[in-house]
């Protein structure tokens, strides 16, 4: 951060001297002009519509022998102008901006909406001691470096806590919350409600233990859909989605094709 201060006021200049006195000249009030307008908007092409100049003079008329004041005081009036921003970025930072807010095309009301990356990035540049930790403002090739450096030495640390949880600590931590989730079953229902969730717990192991398959079931709905797809009266709205054919994955094996397949030639049997 530099130690040199902002500074308090205006300095003085002398005008840049003009060799023909023109009505839409830069004039020594027009300059004066012009650098108080800098001043308070930070804008160079804000300043110029002020003065009603274009940003072209303003900056030929810089570059003339004899602007060392001028360019000077314009160095000056910038730095007033960036303090005027960010007071600006600062008040939008810390009460928000108002947005217009729509509901199918028509404007209903607004709403405050409010920036925290703007007031940090605020509170970085004007308190970099307090926020920044005293370090650059903007991230620089050093800054680039420390922090790549520094994800390979996460990275190295998380792969360390991930080589120390084994898979059979994972699968106890696992069935902790699934008991725990079970437990709070148990105390969030009714006692009939419990009941019943055991039942079916009950039941699905008995078909698990006996190797049920739906697809086999005639009893099941999407078995009667399976066996007659074209009959209507067995069509139902939740049956669109029909379970495969038992056996489904057993498909015939492909032909294998000939790792180096032989061209047929006129000594081959089956030509015309």
Same mark, same amino acid.
Request: proline residues 8%.
């Given at each position: 951060?530099?130690?040199?201060?902002?500074?308090?006021?205006?300095?003085?200049?002398?005008?840049?001297?003009?060799?023909?006195?023109?009505?839409?000249?830069?004039? /020594?009030?027009?300059?004066?002009?012009?650098?108080?307008?800098?001043?308070?908007?930070?804008?160079?092409?804000?300043?110029?519509?002020?003065?009603?100049?274009?940003?072209?003079?303003?900056?030929?008329?810089?570059?003339? /022998?004899?602007?060392?004041?001028?360019?000077?005081?314009?160095?000056?009036?910038?730095?007033?102008?960036?303090?005027?921003?960010?007071?600006?970025?600062?008040?939008?930072?810390?009460?928000?901006?108002?947005?217009? &807010?729509?509901?199918?095309?028509?404007? &209903?009301?607004?709403?405050? &909406?409010?920036?925290?990356?703007?007031?940090?990035?605020?509170?970085?540049?004007?308190?970099?001691?307090?926020?920044?930790?005293?370090?650059?403002?903007?991230?620089?090739?050093?800054?680039?470096?420390?922090?790549?450096?520094?994800?390979?030495?996460?990275?190295?640390?998380?792969?360390?806590?991930?080589?120390? &949880?084994?898979?059979?600590?994972?699968?106890?931590?696992?069935?902790?919350?699934?008991?725990?989730?079970?437990?709070?079953?148990?105390?969030?229902?009714? /006692?009939?409600?419990?009941?019943?969730?055991?039942?079916?717990?009950?039941?699905?192991?008995?078909?698990?233990?006996?190797?049920?398959?739906?697809?086999?079931?005639?009893?099941?709905?999407?078995?009667?859909?399976?066996?007659?797809?074209?009959?209507?009266?067995?069509?139902?709205?939740?049956?669109?989605?029909?379970?495969?054919?038992?056996?489904?994955?057993?498909?015939?094996?492909? /032909?294998?094709?000939?790792?180096?397949?032989?061209?047929?030639?006129?000594?081959?049997?089956?030509?015309?």
């Amino acid at each position: 951060m530099s130690d040199t201060k902002p500074p308090t006021r205006l300095p003085d200049f002398t005008p840049v001297p003009r060799l023909k006195d023109r009505s839409n000249g830069w004039k /020594p009030h027009v300059q004066r002009a012009f650098i108080e307008a800098l001043a308070d908007t930070g804008s160079v092409a804000s300043a110029c519509r002020a003065v009603n100049r274009s940003t072209h003079g303003a900056y030929n008329l810089r570059r003339q /022998p004899g602007a060392e004041e001028f360019a000077a005081a314009w160095e000056a009036a910038l730095d007033f102008g960036m303090k005027r921003i960010e007071d600006v970025a600062m008040d939008r930072a810390l009460n928000g901006v108002e947005q217009p &807010v729509y509901s199918y095309g028509k404007l &209903v009301g607004t709403r405050m &909406v409010y920036n925290d990356r703007l007031l940090m990035f605020m509170l970085r540049n004007r308190a970099p001691e307090r926020f920044a930790e005293g370090r650059a403002k903007a991230m620089n090739a050093i800054g680039k470096m420390d922090l790549k450096r520094k994800k390979k030495e996460w990275r190295k640390e998380w792969e360390a806590e991930q080589a120390r &949880v084994t898979p059979a600590e994972v699968r106890a931590s696992i069935e902790r919350k699934v008991q725990d989730t079970l437990a709070l079953m148990e105390r969030n229902h009714s /006692p009939r409600a419990w009941a019943a969730w055991q039942e079916y717990k009950r039941i699905r192991a008995e078909d698990e233990a006996n190797g049920y398959r739906a697809q086999d079931d005639p009893d099941h709905p999407h078995y009667a859909k399976r066996t007659a797809p074209d009959d209507p009266a067995t069509h139902r709205a939740e049956d669109s989605i029909p379970l495969p054919p038992p056996h489904w994955q057993k498909r015939p094996p492909e /032909p294998q094709q000939e790792e180096h397949p032989r061209k047929r030639t006129l000594k081959d049997d089956g030509w015309d």
